[in-house]
Every structure is written in structure tokens, then in C-alpha cells.
């Protein structure tokens, strides 16, 4: 028996696919097909919105430095960015740049700017766990906006939780951190009769 692979971006696609009953695609490279490009979309969707959220995979510390006109610019590989420092104003990001919210400029300092940023990643580089979890919301928003047959959906939300559970877990368990569960709750919370 050989090793399980990692569910492959193709895989993922194709796993989509079956949900309307379309044959598998040997790439995913050039397709032409509405339904091929529409499983392709909603994989890069999903990537994006569960990347967002921040991982220990996905998350860098990273020092920016100030634009001539002082402005701090955000790579386009930074799906969400944090000074690391809380006393140097509290900054968001505005389209391509670092905006400070209590002085309404995008203009900071000559300082370099350490931040956490959570970074897109191409598929090779995510583990199993967020590919599982990437797949599994893009079915579910799939069989909602593309097939929108109500049980289908029921059973692809079911998939994604488990899924997204899954990639919380190791999250925890990446971090160093632990889910609170057992015997030592017990008399913790109390219960209501």
C-alpha cells in the first residue's frame, strides 16, 4: 500500500467538478470550460478567504520601509498586515498602503515598520490541512452559487466544518496551544439543571 499524496490544486478542482457530474481534468492549466474556470475561481476564493484569517504557516514578521514620500506600501502577497508595535499608531491597510486611522494620512515616518503580516501562499506550499479545508469551502460555496441543489449544499457545509475544524486543530496543536476539553473542565462550568 503507498503513502497517501497531498491532495494536489488538480484534485481539488476535479473534486469540485464531480459535483455536477463533469469529467476530471488531467491540468487545470488553459482550461476553457465555464464549469472548469468557475471550480478554478472558487478554489482561489476559498485560498484567500481562509488564508486571511492568519495560520501558523501563513504568518511572517516582516520590516517595511517608508516610500520617499513616507508612505508605507504593502506587498500585493499580504492579505492582511499589523505593526507590531502598538505605539506606533494604529495603522490598516487602504488598498496598497498602510493608512493611520488617528491621523488620517497614509504618510508615516522615516522609520522602518516592523509588522505581522499574513501572507498568500501557492498551493505546493500549504499543508494538507488547509488544502482539505480550501477544497471543502470552495465545494460549498460551489454547489450553492453553481448548482444550487439544497441537499448537495447541506453535505459540502457538513464537509467544510470538519475540515475547518481540522486546520484549527493543528493550528492549536502548531502553536503550541491546546484545546480546553476533558476531565479537566470538569466542575469548571457550571452546569444548569
Given at each position: 500500500m503507498s503513502a497517501p499524496q497531498l491532495l494536489t490544486e488538480l484534485d481539488a478542482v476535479n473534486s469540485i467538478l464531480s459535483l455536477i457530474g463533469e469529467a476530471p481534468l488531467n491540468t487545470i492549466d488553459g482550461v476553457t470550460s465555464l464549469d472548469a474556470l468557475?471550480?478554478?475561481?472558487?478554489i482561489?476564493?476559498?485560498?484567500?478567504?481562509i488564508l486571511s484569517s492568519g495560520f501558523w504557516f501563513?504568518?511572517?514578521?516582516?520590516?517595511?520601509?517608508?516610500?520617499?514620500?513616507?508612505?508605507?506600501?504593502v506587498p500585493p502577497t499580504f492579505l492582511s498586515v499589523q505593526p507590531t508595535d502598538p505605539t506606533v499608531g494604529p495603522f490598516v491597510q487602504r488598498g496598497e498602503y498602510l493608512f493611520?486611522?488617528?491621523?488620517?494620512?497614509?504618510?508615516?515616518?522615516?522609520?522602518?515598520?516592523?509588522?505581522?503580516?499574513?501572507v498568500s501562499l501557492d498551493w505546493e506550499y500549504l499543508p494538507q490541512t488547509a488544502r482539505e479545508a480550501i477544497q471543502s469551502t470552495a465545494a460549498k460555496h460551489f454547489a450553492f452559487t453553481e448548482v444550487g441543489e439544497q441537499t448537495l449544499y447541506q453535505v459540502s457545509m457538513a464537509n467544510e466544518r470538519v475540515a475547518l475544524a481540522e486546520l484549527y486543530n493543528e493550528n492549536l496543536r502548531q502553536?503550541?496551544?491546546?484545546?480546553?476539553?476533558?476531565?479537566?473542565?470538569?466542575?469548571?462550568?457550571?452546569?444548569w439543571r
Open positions: 468557475n471550480a478554478v475561481a472558487a482561489e476564493r476559498a485560498q484567500r478567504e501563513n504568518t511572517e514578521t516582516h520590516t517595511l520601509t517608508p516610500t520617499a514620500d513616507g508612505r508605507y506600501q493611520n486611522t488617528s491621523e488620517n494620512t497614509f504618510v508615516g515616518n522615516t522609520a522602518t515598520m516592523e509588522v505581522i503580516a499574513y502553536s503550541g496551544l491546546t484545546r480546553v476539553e476533558g476531565p479537566a473542565l470538569r466542575g469548571a462550568v457550571p452546569r
